[in-house]
């Protein structure tokens, strides 16, 4: 039986499988696209905002948590898990050099996108070469991945997860689901 379920194939997807692996989980990543489609919305990004408090590398001056916060508040109308977000705050000053293990590379920012320099740092090649960077490092690691595999529904016992049904109709059990599709 498979340790880890993650259902998805884009960037969240894909930290997710990686983190399990490394933690010494067997996990099987199925992505509904097929390998030509891989990824997502995950395609389409550029950038990951970052908080820092002194210029680092691709990052300009600093971007202190507080200030995140707030742009964060703004941006979800205040309909946020404060605990949750500051967690999720602090994490993106160090997620970087995890990125880079797995095949990530930054550049610095365009000269139409210097305004976002200090809070952002840009994916070299973007959200495509981010997405397959992901997909070389979970081959790498022992990371199955099943393309064109849809599910279908999801069996649970109360709140615990047994098994996702494919469209094709093919029962995967797994210890654990991580679901992380559709993000958009």
Avoid at 29 to 47: D, F, I
Wanted: overall charge positive; aromatic content about 8%.
């Amino acid at each position: 039986m498979i340790d880890v379920l993650v259902i998805g194939g884009g960037n969240a997807a894909l930290c997710a499988a990686l983190m399990a692996r490394e933690a010494g989980a067997s996990v099987l990543l199925l992505e509904a696209a097929p390998a030509a489609w891989r990824g997502g919305n995950s395609m389409h990004v550029r950038n990951l905002r970052c908080m820092h408090d002194a210029p680092q590398d691709v990052l300009v001056d600093a971007y202190p948590e507080e200030e995140y916060w707030q742009d964060l508040l703004k941006v979800t109308a205040g309909k946020t898990d404060e605990k949750l977000a500051r967690r999720v705050i602090r994490a993106s000053s160090m997620c970087r050099d995890w990125m880079r293990r797995h095949g990530v590379h930054f550049q610095p920012p365009l000269s139409g996108a210097l305004h976002v320099a200090r809070t952002n740092a840009f994916f070299m090649g973007g959200g495509k070469a981010l997405v397959n960077a992901y997909y070389r490092s979970a081959q790498a690691l022992g990371v199955q991945v099943r393309y064109e595999c849809p599910v279908a529904r999801l069996e649970l016992q109360g709140p615990r997860f047994v098994a996702a049904v494919t469209e094709a109709g093919e029962r995967i059990a797994a210890r654990t689901c991580v679901l992380a599709c559709g993000g958009f």
